[in-house]
C-alpha cells in the first residue's frame, strides 16, 4: 500500500472543526495522524497507523499522545455531537432512537488492558475481544452515530485492579475516588442504565431500543423512571402474565388463534401480529407485547417485542 503523505479533505476539515479541543499544534497533528489512521490504515493500531505515514515521528510520541497526554475526550465527544446538530439529517428529533447494544472488538493479544475471552454469537466460538456497550443514535432520515460508549471489564479484572491500586491509595498516591472508579466491577445491566442516564441528562430526545440480551426487569425499570419509551426484543423464554396466569412468552404466542391476528403490510413484506397489554413479572408498569408471525397460520411468533408505550 503507498505511504500517507498528506491527510485526506475530511480530516483537515474535523482538524478546523475540533482543533482548538488540544493545546498545540502537535496535539493537532497527532489528532490528524490518528483519524487518517483509523480512516486509511490496514492496521489500526499505534505502530500500523505511524508505519503508513511517509514522513512522521517516532511512533512512541503518538502512543504518548494517546494514553498519557490530558486532552478532554469528553469535551471533543461533546463538541462533534453538537456539529452534528447543524445538519438536519443528523440532528435530534422527538421520532429518534437510541438504539444500545454491546459489541466484541477482536484484539491479537492478551495482554491488552480490559481484554478477555467473550463469546462471539456471530461466529459461535470464543474471541480475544474488548465488550463494548455503546449508544447509537437513530435519525428519522436513517442516518445513525454512536453517542457515548462504556467499556466492559470482567469481576476478576477488576480485582486485580483494585489489589494493584490499593497500596498506592493508602500512600496517597491515588485518590479513593480513583480506585473506585477502576476497580468496581459493573455488569451489562448498570453500564446499560448508566447510558440510558447520560443521554437523559444531556436531554437527547427519543425511545430507546436494544435486543433480547438487555430487556431484564431492572433495565426496564429503570428506563420507565425517567419517562422515556422504548422497544425491546423479548426473550422468548421470558414469563408474563396474561389473563392470571403466568407462562412463557413463547407459550402465549402459541396460544393466539389465527382469527386474531392482524395484518401489517411494510412495502411488499407482509406480516400478522397481535398485541396486547400485559405484565411481567418484577417489572413496576404495565408493558405491551407485540407478536409478529410470517404467516396467517404458523404455530411460532418469529418475533416478540415489549413497549411501556401501552
Known sequence: ??????????????????GDVFANAPERRHFAEYLTGLLIAERKTVSGINAEF??????????????????????????????LQQEPTTRYARQGVIAIDNTLVNHE?????DVGWFWDHADQRYVIAHDYLIANYV?????????????????????????????????????????????TFKDHTVLFKELVDWV??????????????????AVLNHIHGTKRGY???????RKVWFQGRELKAVELAGEIPSTSRKRVLIGEKKQWYF????????????????????????TEGCKILVSNRV
Open 109 to 113: 493479544g492478551a495482554l491488552i488492558e
Open 275 to 298: 398485541t396486547k397489554t400485559i405484565h411481567i413479572p418484577e417489572v413496576d408498569h404495565p408493558g405491551r407485547i407485540v407478536m409478529l408471525w410470517k404467516g396467517k397460520y404458523d
Open 54 to 83: 511517509a514522513v512522521t515521528t517516532d511512533q512512541s510520541c503518538l502512543n504518548r499522545w494517546i494514553t498519557e497526554v490530558d486532552w478532554d475526550e469528553a469535551a471533543l465527544n461533546t463538541r462533534r455531537l453538537a456539529w
Open 200 to 217: 437523559v441528562e444531556r436531554a437527547i430526545p427519543g425511545d430507546f431500543a436494544c435486543d433480547c440480551y438487555f430487556p431484564n426487569a
Open 231 to 237: 422497544v425491546g426484543d423479548l426473550k422468548v423464554n
Open 139 to 183: 435519525c428519522p432520515s436513517g442516518k445513525h452515530y454512536a453517542l457515548e460508549f462504556r467499556r466492559f471489564r470482567k469481576k476478576e479484572a477488576c480485582e486485580a485492579a483494585r489489589q494493584e491500586l490499593a497500596a498506592h491509595v493508602e500512600q496517597g498516591e491515588v485518590p479513593d475516588e480513583k480506585l473506585e472508579q477502576l476497580a
Open 1 to 18: 500500500m503507498p505511504a500517507i503523505i498528506t491527510h485526506p479533505t475530511i480530516v483537515e476539515q474535523a482538524v478546523e472543526q475540533f
